[in-house]
């Protein structure tokens, strides 16, 4: 399909298509062996033999264990969906992400993001079943060309210690992210602490509370597949915001290391983390939402419950039969002659 994939929509996509498509083989060996994060994401095409190519959907594994997947790119080839015959581009659109969803028997939750004012977007995905959790907002920044080499970021207190990102500081991380993620992206992403480290290529920095052996805060660079600058995750654990200030602008330069432009995100309604990004001479750019979907086996559940109450019905026969506990029968005549209630209780056996 390579061949194919000409059109302007899906152009700046080739150096991906071609390192998915390379690694195929590869990469279906190794997940037999082992497990380990994918090599290259999958990718769906939708194809016509009149039309030619109508659009893509590019999904990548977001954990290990393959319980989290993620739609990175959705794209129309709009010159072919405009020939006589061709779909609509919300039936293509459509069809794509229904076969991703089902393409992955193994995935139990999806995540996306999509732009604010991508209405027709949204409703696709409200159709497959996606909800929003968090509204994010982009960041553009463009870090100063004289602080390409800045100076070491020194921690604000003497309580904290700077540390670098590696498998010993790896837990660290992982209880941050635990705690700044709200509760149900949580259980969502299904993150391990080998996940953390698959998703950061191997470079952060944390400050970290001697005395309570917990991160506090952390900068990293993530992986990401999608087009555009690098981009870089500030994590700050809730009881911290006040570390919001200069040394923790440092502590990004010294993460960024001369690399520019860089994209960062902040939630829409936390005001200290705009305030510090307006001060590091960030420019907002626009407003994302994280949409997620749940993917519930009704079935398996319905099967497993009819096989407990089989096995129940059983059994039944041979539980143990408890003494039936007397009751007072003539509770009322009882008390007419002023018995006393053991007396009651006597009459009735």
């Not at 095409?45 to 959907?57: D, E, F, I, T, Y």
């Not at 700077?162 to 259980?187: F, V």
């Not at 969502?188 to 991160?215: F, H, K």
């Not at 520019?260 to 705009?274: A, G, T």
Request: proline fraction near 8%; aromatic fraction near 4%.
């Amino acid at each position: 399909m390579l061949p194919h994939l000409q059109d302007a929509a899906v152009l700046d996509l080739q150096p991906l298509l071609q390192k998915a498509l390379l690694l195929q083989t590869p990469e279906r060996l190794l997940s037999r062996l082992v497990r380990r994060p994918p090599l290259a994401p999958e990718v769906l095409v939708a194809h016509s033999g009149g039309v030619g190519l109508l659009g893509l959907c590019v999904m990548r594994r977001l954990n290990r264990s393959g319980s989290c997947w993620g739609v990175e790119e959705l794209r129309l080839c709009r010159g072919a969906l405009s020939e006589p015959g061709s779909p609509s581009s919300r039936q293509v659109e459509g069809a794509l992400l229904r076969e991703a969803l089902h393409c992955c028997p193994g995935a139990s939750s999806w995540i996306t993001r999509v732009a604010a004012g991508h209405q027709d977007r949204l409703a696709l995905l409200r159709e497959q079943g996606f909800q929003p959790l968090l509204q994010e907002t982009l960041w553009y920044w463009e870090p100063d060309p004289a602080g390409a080499s800045p100076p070491a970021a020194v921690p604000p207190s003497d309580e904290l210690q700077l540390r670098p990102l590696n498998h010993r500081s790896a837990p660290l991380l992982w209880h941050l992210e635990q705690a700044t993620c709200p509760a149900q992206l949580r259980q969502l992403l299904d993150r391990r602490i080998e996940d953390v480290l698959d998703q950061s290529e191997g470079r952060g920095l944390l400050w970290v509370d001697t005395s309570r052996q917990q991160a506090v805060a952390a900068v990293r660079r993530l992986k990401n597949l999608r087009l555009g600058p690098a981009e870089l995750e500030v994590s700050l654990h809730p009881g911290w915001s006040h570390l919001h200030g200069p040394a923790l602008a440092r502590l990004a330069l010294q993460q960024a290391g001369g690399l520019s432009p860089l994209r960062l995100r902040s939630d829409s309604d936390d005001q200290d983390r705009e305030h510090w990004l307006s001060e590091l001479g960030a420019v907002a750019e626009g407003e994302e939402l994280l949409m997620a979907r749940s993917v519930w086996r009704r079935q398996e559940a319905r099967q497993l419950s009819r096989q407990s109450w089989r096995l129940d019905t059983v059994l039944d026969p041979f539980k143990p039969r408890r003494r039936p506990v007397p009751t007072p029968l003539q509770r009322g005549v009882a008390a007419h002659h002023g018995a006393q209630p053991h007396q009651a209780l006597g009459s009735g056996r």
